[in-house]
């Protein structure tokens, strides 16, 4: 069965992380028919198998067999190792764990996130509408003018957005949420368009600089 590749560099097979004999044997120093070997006389001993089947291209582009192993059966493989050897897998399993939890948290900021940013749209929209009828003459110039405000404070290159980390992510969800609360108040106070943009910026800029005051 081929594996799923993920950007963590951790497999997936059937539905559990697992780890190729390839990362194993590159981890350790050893040959990997040896680590190929080790497994399958596991297998041999416990009378059932315990790795998934995969392959791995080499430099020449010649495709060559790999097994796949997860973390308990990856653990049980290194058991006869070295204390040094078993400590570098058991790292790289926390490394690579913490890696997919990143991920997942930063995929469930950035769903949250959309959803933040399609009711903050909604507001820009009606604050594009009253800058109209103000006077304004490129009032459309807001959606892009707010979104790069938001960005800027944060610190947040032009089109990065979808590079960022969960704890970024939520960073730009709350600005946002800041935006979408209160164009409606500045604009029920009839201030005049430009005074609402200002005013929403200093908001932004405000309430980032007391988050940093209380984190140092």
């Known amino acids: 069965m081929q594996n799923k590749q993920i950007k963590t560099n951790l497999s997936i097979l059937n539905n559990q992380q697992v780890m190729s004999s390839k990362e194993i044997a590159e981890l350790t120093g050893k040959e990997h028919n040896h680590i190929m070997r080790d497994i399958r006389k596991i297998e041999e001993e416990l009378g059932a198998s315990i790795s998934g089947q995969s392959s791995y291209k080499t430099e020449q ?20 190792y070295s204390v040094v050897l078993r400590q570098k897998i058991i790292k790289r399993w926390q490394e690579l764990e913490n890696q997919v939890k990143q991920e997942q948290d930063r995929l469930t900021a950035r769903h949250q996130g959309k959803i933040t940013r399609r009711l903050e749209t909604n507001e820009i929209k009606s604050f594009v509408e009253y800058a109209k009828n103000q006077g ?23 089109g990065e957005r979808d590079k960022l980390t969960g704890h970024q992510l939520r960073q730009v969800d709350m600005l946002e949420s800041v935006v979408r609360a209160t164009l409606p108040h500045l604009m029920e106070a009839n201030i005049p368009y430009k005074d609402v943009f200002q005013s929403l910026k200093h908001k932004c800029k405000d309430i980032i600089d007391i988050i940093q005051v209380k984190l140092n």
């Not at 582009?61 to 006869?80: A, H, I, R, T």
């Open 136 to 158: 304004s003459k490129s009032p459309d110039k807001y959606y892009i003018h707010i979104t790069n405000m938001t960005n800027t404070i944060l610190g947040i290159a032009s």
């Open 61 to 80: 582009n010649k495709e060559l067999p790999m097994l796949l192993l997860d973390k308990e059966n990856s653990l049980l493989l290194v058991s006869g």
